[in-house]
């Protein structure tokens, strides 16, 4: 293996930076976004260009090293790298490239944070994620789940032509002209899979004259629950509601406080409601309180909430924008922060069942974007078709987030992301298996603000077997699963290829054997193989 890192280094091209073992920078090179994954990898190369990738790809299967491919390191199952392997990584691939008014190339290294600022002074916008610290490549090639979904519809809609590299290195540009196939497979199977995309010619979005932006919190538990089942009755009807307004909630496991709890409850059970509404903050708050009724407060009662105008300066527009009010890039990275919740609000006890066996962190991570933290998430569709199955399924979720202990270095939620409208349209251009699901269910479980430091296996295993235990609990009400939100662990054996197929089906349902079909023409090697690739046709 040392040979091989050295003729990786001496072979590559100057300009290439490569960070192997030994490197003083090695230890923060290796670190990606889930660090319960300690992964040691040989070396990690950051590519700046198409042929920097064609170098790694061309080295790695002449050599027979395996590889992973890295946007930003937010695969949350930590497949993005791994042990004695050169990690391609793409994250210094950062710089948009205009081509007109409309039309941009984004390479996939590019944090959503900076494409939406940049894309702001613009008057435009792509429909991408909440987390402003994701890279436009995993986020794309997944589907991308963000709060701009119900008007402009997944990440990958947005998207009107790649540039990749493939297994034999040639550099490729599929679309729905050249390639189609290949181009269909890219939005939504997944990244990693096919060849190494590099960059994404996108159609932008326009942000209008203006914006709103909110958030919500509910702390009685009536109430919590109340809010949480008028919002899954609200989206089950695909065609009802405005689609200007996107928005995700999460019923989260909190402190009690002096809260009353329900009989077999040890723990509060807060909602958290925000959103992103192309429009007025008046005509907003009229729809809020149309649909929510005595449940939305008055302006002074909403945790945020910010109306931002996107073109020349008015008097009117001056007086909402005083002390230099948030970019709207900004308030939504605050919007996401609240919504997967953090600890910033104060509690009165480090737990409600005592101590554990293994010691207590002060605090759970103050952000799931800030940086990396260990996690594990799952996700899964609703079954719901009636108001009742809707109820049923959020009192489930209730009952057993109540009956969870809270403790302070951990944050334990389900989060709700809400789908219909542009999702439900050009359904057959993209790999997304439940276009005409009302929402996404996401389990997550965020610890240690510590970082890795302290963490250790007894507390991982508790808290990933929590999440695997939560949906367990869930099955009579849920179905399928995300693949932006990847969980190894929902069939017994994924090691498998029995197994595989069985756990990549959940994801893709009918799809998957089309899927395999363009695997195998584009990559008969199969030389882009990780442990949830997906198979070749034998």
């Known amino acids: ?80 790298s791994g042990n004695g392997v050169v990690i391609i990584d793409l994250s210094e691939m950062d710089t948009i ?42 986020l794309t090639q997944g589907g991308g789940w963000g709060l ?64 709103t932006s909110f958030s919500l919190l509910w702390k009685d538990g009536e109430r919590a629950v109340n809010a949480m089942k008028i919002w899954t009755v609200l989206h089950a009807d695909l065609t009802k509601l405005d689609t200007n307004l996107s928005t995700a909630c999460g019923m989260m496991v909190a402190d009690p406080e002096e809260l009353h709890l329900p009989e077999g409850h040890v723990s509060a059970v807060h909602t958290r409601m925000g959103g992103l509404f192309y429009g007025s903050k008046e005509a907003l708050l009229s729809l809020l309180r149309t649909n929510f009724g005595d449940l939305i407060p008055e302006e002074s009662g909403f945790v945020s909430l910010q109306e931002k105008y996107h073109h020349q300066v008015t008097k009117r527009v001056a007086s909402t924008q005083q002390n230099k009010e948030l970019l709207l890039s900004k308030h939504q990275s605050v919007i996401s922060d609240f919504v997967n919740p953090t600890v910033s609000i104060v509690t009165t006890s480090d737990s409600t069942c005592g101590d554990r066996d293994y010691r207590v962190l002060p605090d759970a991570p103050s952000s799931t974007c800030d940086r990396p933290h260990p996690h594990k998430v799952t996700s899964g569709f609703p079954k719901a078709t009636t108001e009742a199955e809707h109820h049923q399924l959020v009192e489930a979720i209730y009952n057993y ?59 991982n295993k508790a808290y990933v077997q929590w999440v695997v235990d939560f949906r367990k609990s869930l099955l009579p009400h849920i179905e399928g699963a995300f693949i932006n939100f990847i969980d190894q662990l929902l069939v017994p054996h994924p090691e498998t290829l029995e197994g595989r197929l069985q756990l990549l089906e959940i994801y893709y349902q009918e799809k998957l054997e089309k899927l395999r079909t363009i695997k195998t023409k584009y990559d008969c090697k199969n030389l882009f193989d990780f442990e949830m690739s997906i198979p070749l046709i034998d």
């Open 1 to 80: 293996m040392k040979n091989h890192i050295e003729d990786f280094v001496n072979t590559a091209p100057n300009d290439l930076k490569i960070i192997s073992i030994g490197n003083p920078l090695y230890q923060y090179a290796r670190v990606i976004s889930n660090t319960r994954f300690g992964h040691m990898p040989t070396s990690i190369a950051y590519c700046r260009t198409a042929s920097h990738v064609q170098f790694c790809i061309h080295f790695c299967r002449n050599t027979k090293v395996p590889f992973r491919v890295r946007s930003g390191g937010h695969q949350h199952e930590g497949m993005s």
């Open 97 to 138: 490239e205009y081509l007109d008014r409309d039309h941009a190339w984004i390479p996939v290294g590019k944090q959503l944070g900076k494409v939406y600022e940049e894309l702001e002074k613009r008057g435009q916008i792509i429909p991408g994620g909440g987390c402003q610290s994701v890279n436009v490549g995993g």
């Open 148 to 211: 701009s979904i119900r008007k402009y519809g997944m990440t990958c809609d947005s998207v009107l032509e790649c540039e990749m590299v493939l297994a034999d290195g040639t550099i490729a540009y599929p679309s729905p002209i050249n390639m189609p196939d290949l181009f269909w497979a890219l939005k939504g199977g997944g990244g990693g899979n096919f060849g190494v995309v590099t960059r994404f010619r996108f159609k932008l979005s326009s942000l209008g004259n203006v914006t």
């Open 401 to 459: 987030l109540g009956r969870t202990c809270f403790y302070v270095d951990v944050n334990r939620y389900m989060s709700f992301h809400c789908l219909g409208g542009a999702v439900t349209e050009n359904t057959d251009q993209r790999v997304f298996a439940f276009p005409k699901k009302p929402y996404l269910l996401q389990i997550q479980c965020w610890w240690d603000d510590a970082g890795n430091a302290f963490t250790n296996v007894d507390r």
